[in-house]
């Protein structure tokens, strides 16, 4: 049940981040991967509802009750922290959007080494 509810969430986030950008949707999952404290766990889920928000997807990305039960109690099935959650959701995130991360991911690798040859002709 509780992972369940953690696939769901997962899912409504990958619903909004797919419709970003490459590079936007490659620095929002990096959000996520770098969430080391509680705070910028909450600051990622608060970003991805402004999206929503600003993407005119009709739902809300969660509840009040379901951001407290995703903060605070992981329910009888597993017993957690907030930072299996949070890789869980990583790799919920990872399973839908594989084929588009590596994309995004070659175009980043492809756009840095375009800026070294760049700044390397200015000497």
């Known amino acids: 049940k509780t992972l369940e509810f953690i696939k769901d969430v997962g899912d409504r986030i990958v619903e909004t981040i797919e419709k970003l950008e490459d590079n936007k949707l490659r620095q929002t999952v990096r959000e996520l991967e770098n969430a080391t404290k509680l705070y910028q766990f909450e600051n990622f889920f608060i970003r991805v509802e402004k999206i929503r928000q600003q993407k005119g997807i009709p739902k809300s990305l969660l509840t009040f ?7 605070t109690s992981y329910g009888e099935d597993i017993n957690t922290s907030w930072r299996v959650v949070r890789d869980l ?7 839908k959007l594989h084929d588009r991360l590596i994309k995004a991911q070659t175009s980043e690798s492809e ?3 375009e800026e070294e040859i760049y700044e390397g002709d200015e000497e």
């Open 65 to 71: 009750d379901e951001f407290a039960r995703l903060l």
């Open 89 to 95: 959701l990583l790799f919920r995130i990872y399973e």
């Open 111 to 113: 756009s840095e080494e």
